[in-house]
Nanobody, 120 residues
């Protein structure tokens, strides 16, 4: 059984910073792309950032230059460093990973979500 466990959310003032972490555990053969999505109240879930297992990254236009995604393949962990936070970044942030649990079977896993609130 594979699990993704997130941490690091919370309340921060505009302009502040937070660092989210997401650790994968369980029977893992290989982790492919890992990413962060977010969902604000009344809105659809959207991609924030993604990193491949070759460390290629891609970001939503709204977070470019402010957020940085990285991964530690030894710890099976992905991080999201968020700087210059704005009220519009307020959302539940979800970790996502494409994980191969055997040579031939890959599944897309989601974390439980962590709340990020940007407010003065």
């Amino acid at each position: 059984q594979v699990q993704l466990v997130e941490s690091g959310g919370g309340l921060v003032q505009p302009g502040g910073s937070l660092r989210l972490s997401c650790a994968a555990s369980g029977v893992i053969f290989r982790i492919n792309a890992m990413g962060w999505y977010r969902q604000a109240p009344g809105k659809e879930r959207e991609l924030v950032a993604v990193v491949s297992n070759g460390d290629s990254t891609n970001y939503a236009d709204s977070v470019k230059g402010r957020f940085t995604i990285s991964r530690d393949n030894v710890k099976n962990t992905v991080y999201l460093q968020m700087n210059g936070l704005k009220p519009e970044d307020t959302a539940v942030y979800y970790c996502n990973a494409g994980i191969r649990v055997t040579l031939s079977y890959e599944h897309n896993y989601w974390g439980q979500g962590t709340q990020v609130t940007v407010s003065s």
